[in-house]
T-cell receptor
Framework: GQQLNQSPQSMFIQEGEDVSMNCTSS?????WLWYKQDPGEGPVLLIA???AGELTSNGRLTAQFGITRKDSFLNISASIPSDVGIYFC????????????????WGAGTKLIIKP | KAGVTQTPRYLIKTRGQQVTLSCSPI?????VSWYQQTPGQGLQFLFE???????NKGNFPGRFSGRQFSNSRSEMNVSTLELGDSALYLC???????????FGEGSRLTVL
């Protein structure tokens, strides 16, 4: 099951509004990543965060790696119609055993809808 | 660089049949992961392959299998299809080992 709690599940906003979404967990993560999925396409990486406290921007998008390493948020400023889609957070955790790879855990997604 | 290519993009099968989906990763990427996406269920991890070896596996029944070839191309197979297997199957490749994945457009499977 999901180990990342992503909220909100969906958002209805007006064009021009700022948007904020976040992911939390009871576990520590080594990396936080934010992806966006447009309808009919695969997710695309928006921002990757590697250090606790790190704040990174990509145009109108800003994301932060929480200082406790258990959470991350994504902000979108001045939303535009092409921002609609599903935003996923994901985090990497150390492998469960020696001979396996890191675990990549996904949030359930935040669906962004812009009201006409 | 060419992106991740998945084939076929759309397919329709009936219950009990089997299906094979193909994924060509970005050139130089040795890791390929597969995900199942259904409405309301987010991205469910199926398995990951690296250098022809399955490195991680999600919680899916044995009907779901995969393999990776020496050129890093990967296939996944679903046998004895069920209605609930209808989904978008996404393949992603990675070259960094940091969780940065590059996804294909997916193969949309409909089981009737």
């Amino acid at each position: 099951g999901q180990q990342l709690n992503q909220s909100p599940q969906s958002m209805f906003i007006q064009e021009g509004e700022d948007v904020s979404m976040n992911c939390t967990s009871s576990s520590i993560f080594n990396t936080w990543l934010w992806y966006k999925q447009d309808p009919g396409e695969g997710p695309v990486l928006l921002i990757a965060l590697y250090k606790a406290g790190e704040l990174t921007s990509n145009g109108r998008l800003t994301a932060q790696f929480g200082i406790t390493r258990k959470d991350s948020f994504l902000n979108i400023s001045a939303s535009i119609p092409s921002d609609v889609g599903i935003y996923f957070c994901a985090g990497t955790r150390p492998p469960p055993k020696m001979d396996s790879n890191y675990q990549l855990i996904w949030g359930a997604g935040t669906k962004l809808i812009i009201k006409p | 660089k060419a992106g991740v290519t998945q084939t076929p993009r759309y397919l329709i099968k009936t219950r009990g049949q089997q299906v094979t989906l193909s994924c060509s990763p970005i050139s130089g990427h040795r890791s390929v992961s597969w995900y199942q996406q259904t409405p309301g269920q987010g991205l469910q991890f199926l398995f990951e392959y690296f250098s022809e070896t399955q490195r991680n596996k999600g919680n899916f029944p044995g009907r779901f299998s995969g393999r990776q070839f020496s050129n890093s191309r990967s296939e996944m197979n679903v046998s004895t299809l069920e209605l609930g297997d209808s989904a978008l199957y996404l393949c992603a490749s990675s070259g960094s080992g940091t969780g940065e994945l590059f996804f294909g457009e997916g193969s949309r499977l409909t089981v009737l």
